[in-house]
């Protein structure tokens, strides 16, 4: 059992997705996928699961394959137990067959001993079968699967009728009870709260099979990973494969890579600079300046001009072949200044304060108060359902609160990523500048734009130029991840609300975002199950909604 790739490429016209991507993952590799929104990874998990053809190179696959992607297919009428079903199908197959092979041996009885080992070969191979699927408790796996990742266990839920969660959560309980020999997930630990990410450690720890897995979570990737494929570009233009199973030593190679192609590029740009100052005062020298007049001597003025001709295209060429292609390193994250308060304001007074909000069957906090100072900080954490984002949102003014206060300083600015914005307010025709542009319109009709304070998505580092000059439906739900959190700091919020912050991103982009939560002078809202981000934010203020 294993899936391997050899020299896989993907790419549409003009534009290549990957290249060069080779590595094997067998029975007990547990292999992570990581790289920046855009670098093809939900792609390559595709072409590995066969959905999709490279382009070129190829993939090979023994055993049996579970897959969960990040958007679940609804197709009409089905249901949670369709999904069951679905997993369990292998394993109601092998007990169909375990009981014809048992059947088939005990119709022999005695009379097969010594004489007829085809009965008894396909027994022992229907009863190995059977105990790798765990037939005899399958039904019982998948109901602790949905159960512990916080998923319905009615059988009979309609999957329209589930949030984007739910679906997802579901879709994972089932594949996790499958049992396959290769399990391919995508960002798996972004709809689960802290228990369901430790069930779904334990379980992938002592996976028997090949697992690969494209993650954000840095906890998830220090805790069972045994090999990294980085799918950014190296200054060679192919993934890099890391053996190193901790984070930190990975992070450490390849920071340490970035740096020498920083350099190379650095030192690169510089002598191409150099070359070409001489080649212009090469030409130059072509000019009536250096020429004797005219009739004076014309032989000697064309030998001349000849000579330095020569000269110049000789250094064309010395330039051409000294010339070292070294790729733009990627893009880092370049955080807005953005400022604590409004001018004139009062320190000692919170920007943004809710008093014991209510939102039947979301949210109810009597007694509780929740204000933000200038330059404050807040984590919120609890498990799904607790009403993180729904607290959010009322401190955003986006849900109404059916009791208690809300109160916002006059001038105050706020910026709000929620856990499942996907651009959903902008047309996915609309290219990244246009909707840009019309974000900063609807808030600059709303009074909560300073034109003089707008934040350029351009100059943010989360998108290119090329990106942004795309359709919004042709990115990727990491690079729209991206623009919704330029979107978020568009009007350099005085207060920053971020939902989930690091879902969808890459690990490079969320310890750099990470930095800037930490010195930002804007008050900081996060709500998260990211126990990587809880750790690194552990000496701000909590408020657990866990008992809420």
Same mark, same amino acid.
């Given at each position: 059992?294993?899936v391997?790739a050899?020299d896989?490429a993907?790419?549409?016209?003009?534009? =290549?997705?990957?290249? %060069?991507?080779?590595?094997?993952?067998?029975?007990?590799?547990r292999v992570g996928?990581?790289?920046?929104?855009?670098?093809?990874k939900t792609?390559?998990?595709r072409v590995l699961?066969?959905r999709?053809?490279? #382009? !070129?190179?190829e993939v090979? $696959?023994? %055993?049996s394959?579970?897959v969960?992607e990040q958007?679940l297919a609804?197709g009409?009428?089905?249901?949670?137990?369709d999904l069951?079903?679905?997993a369990l199908?292998?394993?109601?197959a092998?007990?169909?067959?375990?009981?014809a092979a048992?059947?088939?041996v005990?119709? &022999?009885?005695?009379?097969a001993?010594?004489?007829d080992e085809?009965?008894a070969?396909?027994?022992?191979?229907?009863?190995?079968r059977?105990?790798?699927?765990?037939?005899?408790?399958?039904?019982?796996?998948?109901?602790e699967?949905?159960?512990r990742?916080?998923?319905p266990?009615?059988?009979?839920?309609? @999957?329209?009728?589930?949030s984007v969660?739910? $679906?997802?959560r579901a879709?994972?309980?089932c594949r996790?009870?499958?049992r396959a020999?290769v399990?391919?997930?995508?960002?798996?630990?972004?709809?689960?709260?802290?228990s369901?990410?430790?069930?779904?450690t334990?379980?992938?720890? #002592?996976?028997p099979?090949a697992v690969?897995?494209v993650?954000?979570?840095r906890?998830?990737?220090?805790?069972i990973m045994t090999a990294?494929?980085d799918l950014?570009?190296?200054?060679d233009?192919?993934?890099t494969v890391?053996?190193?199973?901790?984070?930190?030593?990975?992070?450490?190679s390849r920071?340490?890579?970035?740096? $020498?192609w920083?350099?190379r590029?650095?030192a690169?740009?510089a002598?191409?600079e150099?070359?070409a100052?001489r080649l212009?005062a090469s030409?130059?020298?072509l000019?009536d300046?250096?020429r004797p007049?005219k009739?004076?001597?014309?032989?000697?003025?064309? *030998?001349?001009?000849r000579?330095?001709?020569?000269a110049?295209?000789?250094?064309?060429e010395?330039?051409?072949a000294?010339?070292?292609e070294v790729p733009? +390193?990627?893009?880092t994250l370049?955080?807005?200044?953005?400022?604590?308060m409004?001018?004139?304001?009062?320190?000692?007074? =919170?920007?943004?304060?809710?008093?014991?909000?209510r939102v =039947?069957?979301?949210?109810? &906090?009597?007694?509780?108060?929740v204000?933000l +100072?200038p330059?404050?900080r807040l &984590?919120v954490t609890?498990p799904?359902?607790?009403g993180k984002?729904?607290?959010?949102g009322?401190?955003?003014? #986006?849900?109404p609160?059916l009791?208690?206060v809300r109160?916002?300083r006059?001038?105050?600015?706020?910026?709000?990523l929620?856990?499942?914005?996907a651009?959903?307010?902008?047309? =996915?025709?609309?290219?990244g500048? /246009?909707?840009?542009a019309r974000?900063?319109?609807?808030l600059?009709?709303a009074g909560?734009?300073?034109?003089?304070? @707008?934040?350029?998505v351009a100059?943010l %580092?989360?998108?290119?130029e090329e990106?942004?000059?795309r359709?919004?439906?042709e990115l990727?739900?990491?690079?729209?991840?991206?623009f919704?959190?330029?979107?978020?700091?568009l009007?350099?919020?005085?207060v920053?609300l &971020?939902? /989930?912050?690091?879902?969808?991103?890459?690990?490079?982009?969320?310890? /750099?975002?990470?930095?800037?939560l930490? *010195?930002?002078?804007a008050?900081?809202?996060?709500?998260?199950?990211?126990? !990587?981000?809880?750790?690194d934010?552990?000496?701000w203020?909590v408020?657990?909604l866990?008992?809420?």
């Amino acid at each position: 059992m294993h899936v391997a790739a050899k020299d896989v490429a993907v790419g549409h016209p003009g534009r =290549p997705v990957l290249a %060069g991507v080779t590595f094997t993952a067998a029975a007990g590799d547990r292999v992570g996928l990581v790289g920046e929104n855009g670098t093809g990874k939900t792609t390559l998990l595709r072409v590995l699961a066969g959905r999709l053809e490279p #382009t !070129a190179g190829e993939v090979r $696959r023994v %055993g049996s394959l579970a897959v969960v992607e990040q958007e679940l297919a609804l197709g009409e009428g089905l249901t949670v137990g369709d999904l069951v079903e679905e997993a369990l199908a292998d394993a109601r197959a092998a007990a169909v067959e375990l009981e014809a092979a048992t059947a088939a041996v005990d119709a &022999l009885g005695g009379e097969a001993e010594g004489r007829d080992e085809g009965p008894a070969t396909r027994l022992a191979q229907a009863l190995a079968r059977a105990e790798r699927l765990g037939v005899w408790d399958a039904d019982r796996r998948a109901d602790e699967a949905l159960s512990r990742f916080g998923a319905p266990r009615d059988r009979s839920r309609p @999957l329209a009728s589930l949030s984007v969660g739910e $679906r997802y959560r579901a879709r994972l309980a089932c594949r996790i009870a499958q049992r396959a020999d290769v399990l391919l997930l995508d960002e798996p630990t972004n709809h689960l709260d802290a228990s369901g990410i430790e069930h779904l450690t334990e379980q992938l720890r #002592t996976w028997p099979g090949a697992v690969v897995i494209v993650t954000h979570d840095r906890r998830l990737l220090d805790d069972i990973m045994t090999a990294i494929v980085d799918l950014d570009p190296s200054i060679d233009g192919r993934p890099t494969v890391y053996g190193a199973t901790s984070y930190a030593a990975y992070r450490f190679s390849r920071d340490q890579a970035l740096r $020498r192609w920083r350099q190379r590029y650095t030192a690169e740009q510089a002598r191409r600079e150099k070359l070409a100052e001489r080649l212009d005062a090469s030409y130059e020298g072509l000019s009536d300046e250096w020429r004797p007049p005219k009739g004076s001597d014309k032989h000697r003025r064309a *030998t001349r001009a000849r000579i330095h001709v020569k000269a110049a295209d000789r250094l064309v060429e010395q330039l051409e072949a000294q010339a070292v292609e070294v790729p733009a +390193p990627p893009l880092t994250l370049a955080f807005p200044d953005l400022p604590a308060m409004p001018p004139g304001g009062d320190p000692a007074h =919170p920007l943004v304060e809710v008093r014991g909000p209510r939102v =039947p069957g979301r949210l109810d &906090l009597p007694g509780v108060r929740v204000g933000l +100072p200038p330059c404050g900080r807040l &984590l919120v954490t609890g498990p799904n359902g607790a009403g993180k984002s729904t607290l959010l949102g009322v401190l955003a003014g #986006t849900v109404p609160s059916l009791r208690g206060v809300r109160a916002v300083r006059p001038g105050v600015r706020l910026g709000l990523l929620g856990q499942d914005d996907a651009t959903t307010q902008d047309s =996915p025709d609309s290219t990244g500048f /246009e909707a840009y542009a019309r974000r900063a319109l609807r808030l600059l009709e709303a009074g909560a734009l300073d034109p003089e304070q @707008l934040v350029a998505v351009a100059g943010l %580092g989360l998108l290119t130029e090329e990106d942004l000059d795309r359709p919004l439906g042709e990115l990727s739900l990491g690079q729209r991840r991206r623009f919704d959190l330029a979107g978020a700091l568009l009007a350099a919020p005085h207060v920053l609300l &971020l939902d /989930e912050p690091t879902n969808h991103l890459s690990v490079a982009l969320v310890d /750099e975002l990470t930095d800037a939560l930490r *010195t930002t002078s804007a008050a900081v809202v996060v709500a998260t199950h990211d126990r !990587a981000l809880q750790t690194d934010l552990a000496d701000w203020p909590v408020l657990d909604l866990s008992g809420g």
